[in-house]
C-alpha cells in the first residue's frame, strides 16, 4: 500500500493543462473516492478500471483507495483518464514499478477487456507534451494524431523532438513497464500539400468584376458579399474562393488541426494542408456557428479558421446568428464561457456571403420581374445590420447573365489567379508579417499612405455615404491589397508601396460601397 503519481492532460478548448492523477491505497474498509471535479464520464472510471484489471489478471486492492485528479478546480471530462487512473492504482499497491512513471504521460479511455481505445482532442495534449520533453503513451486509435506530432517536433515552437508510444491493450504497457516487451514508436506523418480539385474559375462566364473582387479577397484575406438574383453565379463564385488560395503554412495547419482534435474530428490525412471550406445551413444555430454546448465545442467559426466560411441566402440566417459573427470577425478569437468551463477558440477565417437583392430575388432585374415594394425591399436588406456590414470589406453586385450573348469572357483560369494572389500573399508577409485584412492600425497608418487626389476623394466619399471609421479603414487595407496586386501583376514584388492615389481609392470604394437600405440602387 503507498502513493503513486500519474501524468496526463485535460482538454480546455485548444489547450491541454497538465493534470496529475495521484492514487493512495490504505487499509481499512473496502472503499473507492475519486476528488478533483470529475464529470459523470470520469466518476465511472472506477467500474470501466475495475472491470479491465480484473479481466488483465491483476488484484483490486481491497482496502480505502483515493484517486486525485489535480488541479482540484479544473473540471475533468471525457474517459482519457482511464490509463492513469488504473496505472496509478497498480503502482500504488506494487502490482508495478513506480519509477519508469516519472518520464510519461498517458491517455486513454478503457474497454472492460483491457483494450485502450481512443480519446478526442489529443492532439493539442501530445503538442503540449513534446515541449514537456516527456513520452507520451496513445491508444493506437489516435496513431494519426501522434504521427502529426512526432513530425512537426523540432520544427515549431522550438519543441523537442519527442517518440510517442502506441498501445492497444492494458497488458501492453504493463509489460513495457516491467522491461519485459518493448512499444512501438510512432512513425511521423507525411505533411506534404495534397492539392484538392476545387471548381475552376473559368467556368464561371461573366461576372468580371466580382471575380475581380474574388481575387481581391483572395489576395488580401478580405470578407465578401456577393448580392444579385438567382442563377446569377453567387454560390459558384464563392466555391472557386479556395482553389486560389495557396495552401496552409504548417504553424496555420497546426492551429487548425488542434481546433478538429477538440472537435472530436479527423485532423490528419492528406487534407491536412489544405484550406477549410465550410457552409453551414441557415437554419444553424448560434451555438452551432459560434460553437458552445455543455462541453463548449468549437463551431464553425472556428472550424473553419485559417480558411473559408460561407454563409448563402444570408439574409434567412436569425438575425441573433449573424450578430453573433461580430466579435469573431473583429478579433480572430472567441471565448465560449459556460457556469463550469471557458474555452477559447481561435477564428480568423474569411467570410464570403450571398445574398439576392429583395425577398422575391429579381430587384433591379431589366426584365422588371420585381414585385416588391420599396419598403419590402429594405426591411428585407435591413435584417443585416450596419455594424456587421461594416465588417464586410467588398460589397459586389452580380447582375443577371444571359449565357447565349456573344461577349462573354471565361476570364482567368484559377491557376493563373492562384499565382498572382500566392505572390501578393508573399509580398505581405515580407513586408508586415500577415495579410492586410489584419493590418494593425499602427501598421494601416505607416502603409496605406493616401496622395492629396487620393485623401479628397475617399473624404467626398465618407460624408456622402456616411462611412464609419472602421469602414474608411476597411477601404484602406482594400487599396492596399489593390496595389500589391498592381505591384506583382508589373513584377515588381518587392517595390516600395507607393502613396494610393485617386484611381485605387476610387477602386476600392467601388467593390465596397453598397446603400443596403436604397431600394433603387
Given at each position: 500500500m503507498g502513493l503513486a503519481i500519474?501524468?496526463?492532460?485535460?482538454?480546455?478548448?485548444?489547450?491541454?493543462?497538465?493534470?496529475?492523477?495521484?492514487?493512495?491505497?490504505?487499509?481499512?474498509?473496502?472503499?473507492?473516492?475519486?476528488?478533483?471535479?470529475?464529470?459523470?464520464?470520469?466518476?465511472?472510471?472506477?467500474?470501466?478500471?475495475?472491470?479491465?484489471?480484473?479481466?488483465?489478471?491483476?488484484?483490486?486492492?481491497?482496502?480505502?483507495?483515493t484517486v486525485h485528479l489535480g488541479p482540484a478546480d479544473l473540471p475533468k471530462q471525457g474517459g482519457r483518464f482511464d490509463l492513469p487512473i488504473a496505472i496509478a492504482l497498480l503502482a500504488a499497491t506494487g502490482q508495478l514499478p513506480a519509477r519508469p512513471l516519472d518520464a510519461l504521460e498517458l491517455y486513454g479511455e478503457l474497454g472492460l477487456d483491457g483494450r485502450v481505445l481512443g480519446t478526442p482532442g489529443l492532439l493539442p495534449a501530445l503538442l503540449t507534451a513534446n515541449g514537456a520533453a516527456r513520452t507520451a503513451v496513445v491508444p493506437r486509435e489516435n496513431a494519426a494524431e501522434a504521427g502529426i506530432a512526432v513530425a512537426v517536433s523540432g520544427t515549431v515552437s522550438g519543441a523537442p523532438a519527442c517518440a510517442p508510444r502506441l498501445i492497444g491493450h492494458l497488458r501492453e504497457l504493463c509489460d513495457w513497464l516491467r522491461r519485459r516487451a518493448e512499444l512501438p514508436p510512432v512513425p511521423p506523418a507525411a505533411l506534404e500539400p495534397i492539392p484538392r480539385a476545387w471548381p475552376e474559375l473559368a467556368d464561371v462566364l461573366g461576372q468580371?468584376?466580382?471575380?475581380?473582387?474574388?481575387?481581391?479577397?483572395?489576395?488580401?484575406?478580405?470578407?465578401?458579399?456577393?448580392?444579385?438574383?438567382?442563377?446569377?453565379?453567387?454560390?459558384?463564385?464563392?466555391?472557386?474562393?479556395?482553389?486560389?488560395?495557396?495552401?496552409?503554412?504548417l504553424a496555420e495547419a497546426l492551429e487548425l488541426a488542434a481546433v478538429r482534435s477538440a472537435a472530436g474530428l479527423a485532423c490528419a490525412g492528406e487534407g491536412f494542408l489544405n484550406r477549410p471550406w465550410r457552409a453551414p445551413h441557415h437554419s444553424a444555430s448560434v451555438v452551432a456557428l459560434v460553437g458552445g454546448g455543455g462541453t463548449a465545442r468549437p463551431g464553425e467559426v472556428s472550424l473553419a479558421h485559417h480558411g473559408v466560411l460561407f454563409l448563402d441566402e444570408l439574409p434567412e440566417f436569425r438575425r441573433s446568428v449573424l450578430e453573433a459573427l461580430r466579435e469573431p470577425l473583429e478579433n480572430g478569437a472567441i471565448t465560449v464561457a459556460r457556469a463550469m468551463r471557458q474555452a477559447e477558440y481561435p477564428t480568423r477565417f474569411q467570410l464570403v456571403a450571398a445574398m439576392n437583392p429583395c425577398p422575391c430575388g429579381y430587384?433591379?432585374?431589366?426584365?422588371?420581374?420585381?414585385?416588391?415594394?420599396?419598403?419590402?425591399?429594405?426591411?428585407?436588406?435591413?435584417?443585416?445590420?450596419?455594424?456587421?456590414?461594416?465588417?464586410?470589406?467588398?460589397?459586389v453586385e452580380m447582375p443577371r447573365i444571359d449565357l447565349h450573348h456573344a461577349g462573354l469572357s471565361q476570364g482567368a483560369a484559377t491557376a493563373e489567379v492562384a499565382r498572382r494572389v500566392a505572390r501578393c500573399q508573399a509580398r505581405q508577409r515580407r513586408r508586415q508579417g500577415g495579410s492586410n485584412a489584419g493590418l494593425a492600425p499602427s501598421q494601416l497608418a505607416e502603409l496605406a499612405v493616401l496622395d492629396n487626389a487620393g485623401r479628397r476623394v475617399l473624404q467626398r466619399a465618407a460624408s456622402r455615404r456616411q462611412l464609419s471609421g472602421r469602414a474608411q479603414a476597411r477601404i484602406l487595407r482594400l487599396a492596399l491589397t489593390m496595389a500589391d496586386l498592381a505591384a506583382v501583376t508589373d513584377d515588381r514584388d518587392d517595390a516600395p508601396t507607393a502613396p494610393l492615389g485617386e484611381r485605387i481609392i476610387a477602386g476600392a470604394l467601388a467593390l465596397r460601397c453598397l446603400d443596403r437600405d436604397d431600394p433603387s440602387h
Amino acid at each position: 500500500m503507498g502513493l503513486a503519481i500519474v501524468r496526463t492532460r485535460a482538454q480546455v478548448g485548444v489547450s491541454s493543462p497538465e493534470v496529475t492523477v495521484e492514487a493512495h491505497a490504505a487499509g481499512g474498509l473496502p472503499g473507492f473516492t475519486l476528488v478533483g471535479l470529475p464529470a459523470a464520464a470520469v466518476r465511472e472510471a472506477r467500474d470501466r478500471v475495475r472491470a479491465a484489471l480484473s479481466t488483465c489478471g491483476f488484484d483490486w486492492p481491497a482496502g480505502r483507495i483515493t484517486v486525485h485528479l489535480g488541479p482540484a478546480d479544473l473540471p475533468k471530462q471525457g474517459g482519457r483518464f482511464d490509463l492513469p487512473i488504473a496505472i496509478a492504482l497498480l503502482a500504488a499497491t506494487g502490482q508495478l514499478p513506480a519509477r519508469p512513471l516519472d518520464a510519461l504521460e498517458l491517455y486513454g479511455e478503457l474497454g472492460l477487456d483491457g483494450r485502450v481505445l481512443g480519446t478526442p482532442g489529443l492532439l493539442p495534449a501530445l503538442l503540449t507534451a513534446n515541449g514537456a520533453a516527456r513520452t507520451a503513451v496513445v491508444p493506437r486509435e489516435n496513431a494519426a494524431e501522434a504521427g502529426i506530432a512526432v513530425a512537426v517536433s523540432g520544427t515549431v515552437s522550438g519543441a523537442p523532438a519527442c517518440a510517442p508510444r502506441l498501445i492497444g491493450h492494458l497488458r501492453e504497457l504493463c509489460d513495457w513497464l516491467r522491461r519485459r516487451a518493448e512499444l512501438p514508436p510512432v512513425p511521423p506523418a507525411a505533411l506534404e500539400p495534397i492539392p484538392r480539385a476545387w471548381p475552376e474559375l473559368a467556368d464561371v462566364l461573366g461576372q468580371a468584376q466580382a471575380k475581380r473582387a474574388l481575387e481581391v479577397a483572395a489576395a488580401g484575406g478580405h470578407n465578401l458579399l456577393l448580392i444579385g438574383p438567382p442563377g446569377s453565379g453567387k454560390s459558384m463564385l464563392a466555391a472557386r474562393l479556395p482553389g486560389v488560395l495557396p495552401p496552409l503554412e504548417l504553424a496555420e495547419a497546426l492551429e487548425l488541426a488542434a481546433v478538429r482534435s477538440a472537435a472530436g474530428l479527423a485532423c490528419a490525412g492528406e487534407g491536412f494542408l489544405n484550406r477549410p471550406w465550410r457552409a453551414p445551413h441557415h437554419s444553424a444555430s448560434v451555438v452551432a456557428l459560434v460553437g458552445g454546448g455543455g462541453t463548449a465545442r468549437p463551431g464553425e467559426v472556428s472550424l473553419a479558421h485559417h480558411g473559408v466560411l460561407f454563409l448563402d441566402e444570408l439574409p434567412e440566417f436569425r438575425r441573433s446568428v449573424l450578430e453573433a459573427l461580430r466579435e469573431p470577425l473583429e478579433n480572430g478569437a472567441i471565448t465560449v464561457a459556460r457556469a463550469m468551463r471557458q474555452a477559447e477558440y481561435p477564428t480568423r477565417f474569411q467570410l464570403v456571403a450571398a445574398m439576392n437583392p429583395c425577398p422575391c430575388g429579381y430587384h433591379g432585374d431589366p426584365g422588371g420581374r420585381c414585385r416588391c415594394s420599396r419598403e419590402q425591399v429594405r426591411r428585407y436588406r435591413a435584417r443585416i445590420s450596419g455594424p456587421l456590414l461594416d465588417r464586410i470589406d467588398l460589397h459586389v453586385e452580380m447582375p443577371r447573365i444571359d449565357l447565349h450573348h456573344a461577349g462573354l469572357s471565361q476570364g482567368a483560369a484559377t491557376a493563373e489567379v492562384a499565382r498572382r494572389v500566392a505572390r501578393c500573399q508573399a509580398r505581405q508577409r515580407r513586408r508586415q508579417g500577415g495579410s492586410n485584412a489584419g493590418l494593425a492600425p499602427s501598421q494601416l497608418a505607416e502603409l496605406a499612405v493616401l496622395d492629396n487626389a487620393g485623401r479628397r476623394v475617399l473624404q467626398r466619399a465618407a460624408s456622402r455615404r456616411q462611412l464609419s471609421g472602421r469602414a474608411q479603414a476597411r477601404i484602406l487595407r482594400l487599396a492596399l491589397t489593390m496595389a500589391d496586386l498592381a505591384a506583382v501583376t508589373d513584377d515588381r514584388d518587392d517595390a516600395p508601396t507607393a502613396p494610393l492615389g485617386e484611381r485605387i481609392i476610387a477602386g476600392a470604394l467601388a467593390l465596397r460601397c453598397l446603400d443596403r437600405d436604397d431600394p433603387s440602387h
